[in-house]
């Protein structure tokens, strides 16, 4: 659905091009184009400046039921000006407001399997076309290969960066059963599924992202304190402002 559009602009002394990274049905048209040169894009100049990016800056933050991913991410939008978007959350809102896929919703996250992606995404993609927000975290997606896949196809792109938040089984148990928000899948039945979900088909997902060089893993243990420490360094090296 994004597409990336190419002006060539003569504006300046020398002719330069510019890329615009846009959502299928935005594509503008010529003088559009030049229109939002002198708005949005009167950035290009500042380059790695995120604030001034057209494409937000995307990232993925995974890791298993329970690692911290909730957590780390609230943490980090907070301290950096990320948008956080949780996929499992959108879900939830999805079954609250009685939406039309909210019945099976419901019924496959009692089972800890995995939403059809296109659901997912649409999700995702509605947040994102909605903020003015340059920096995305998206918390807990692709849960699979088959999402990613999805991602890539609809949204257009992939991630800027991956966030792997590396917890042992017993350690993320531990605290799923005493998260206490009244979840209908932390329960020790639900719980053993998504663990088993996720070294089957969230595993592969962060394979993918590694062998693209686009992972930071982070022991996901100690306080939340000490684990952002570590999270910390990754976000503070983007130069984001
Ligand atoms: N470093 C930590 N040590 C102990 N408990 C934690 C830590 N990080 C998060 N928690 C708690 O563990 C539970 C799961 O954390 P959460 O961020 O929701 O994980 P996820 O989104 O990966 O499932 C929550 O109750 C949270 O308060
Ligand atoms: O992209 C996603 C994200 C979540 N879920 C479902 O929603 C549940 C809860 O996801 P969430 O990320 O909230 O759980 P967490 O890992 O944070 O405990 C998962 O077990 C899945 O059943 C899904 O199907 N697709
Ligand atoms: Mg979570």
Same mark, same amino acid.
């Given at each position: 659905?994004?597409?990336?559009?190419?002006?060539?602009?003569?504006?300046?002394?020398?002719?330069?091009?510019?890329?615009?990274?846009?959502?299928?049905?935005?594509?503008?048209?010529?003088?559009?184009?030049?229109?939002?040169?002198?708005?949005?894009?009167?950035?290009?100049?500042?380059?790695?400046?995120?604030?001034?990016?057209?494409?937000?800056?995307?990232?993925?933050?995974?890791? %298993?039921?329970?690692?911290?991913?909730?957590?780390?991410?609230? +943490?980090?939008? !907070?301290? $950096?000006?990320? &948008?956080? #978007?949780?996929?499992?959350?959108?879900?939830?809102?999805?079954?609250?407001?009685?939406?039309?896929?909210?019945?099976?919703?419901?019924?496959?996250?009692?089972?800890?399997?995995?939403?059809?992606?296109?659901?997912?995404?649409?999700?995702?993609?509605?947040?994102?076309?909605?903020?003015?927000?340059?920096?995305?975290?998206?918390?807990?997606?692709?849960?699979?290969?088959?999402?990613?896949?999805?991602?890539?196809?609809?949204?257009?792109?992939?991630?800027?960066?991956?966030?792997?938040?590396?917890?042992?089984?017993?350690?993320?148990?531990?605290?799923?059963?005493?998260?206490?928000? %009244?979840?209908?899948?932390?329960?020790?039945?639900?719980?053993? +599924?998504?663990? !088993?979900? $996720?070294?089957? &088909?969230? #595993?592969?997902?962060?394979?993918?992202?590694?062998?693209?060089?686009?992972?930071?893993?982070?022991?996901?243990?100690?306080?939340?304190?000490?684990?952002?420490?570590?999270?910390?360094?990754?976000?503070?090296?983007?130069?984001?402002?």
């Amino acid at each position: 659905m994004w597409r990336t559009c190419l002006l060539n602009y003569r504006g300046f002394k020398n002719s330069i091009n510019i890329h615009f990274h846009r959502p299928h049905h935005q594509v503008p048209t010529r003088l559009k184009f030049i229109e939002l040169f002198m708005t949005e894009s009167a950035m290009l100049v500042k380059e790695g400046d995120s604030s001034n990016r057209v494409r937000p800056l995307l990232t993925f933050v995974l890791g %298993g039921p329970g690692s911290g991913k909730g957590t780390q991410c609230a +943490k980090i939008a !907070e301290t $950096f000006g990320f &948008l956080h #978007l949780s996929a499992g959350e959108l879900l939830r809102k999805e079954i609250l407001s009685g939406g039309e896929n909210g019945s099976l919703i419901l019924d496959i996250i009692k089972e800890g399997k995995i939403v059809p992606s296109e659901i997912t995404v649409n999700l995702i993609l509605r947040e994102i076309e909605l903020t003015e927000n340059r920096k995305v975290l998206i918390d807990g997606f692709p849960r699979t290969d088959e999402n990613r896949i999805a991602f890539e196809r609809i949204v257009g792109v992939g991630p800027d960066l991956v966030i792997f938040f590396d917890c042992p089984e017993e350690e993320m148990v531990k605290r799923l059963l005493s998260r206490n928000q %009244g979840r209908i899948d932390d329960n020790i039945e639900t719980i053993k +599924k998504r663990l !088993e979900i $996720f070294d089957k &088909l969230n #595993l592969p997902v962060i394979n993918y992202y590694s062998s693209k060089g686009k992972v930071h893993k982070i022991k996901a243990v100690g306080t939340t304190e000490e684990i952002f420490e570590k999270v910390n360094p990754i976000f503070a090296s983007l130069s984001l402002n």
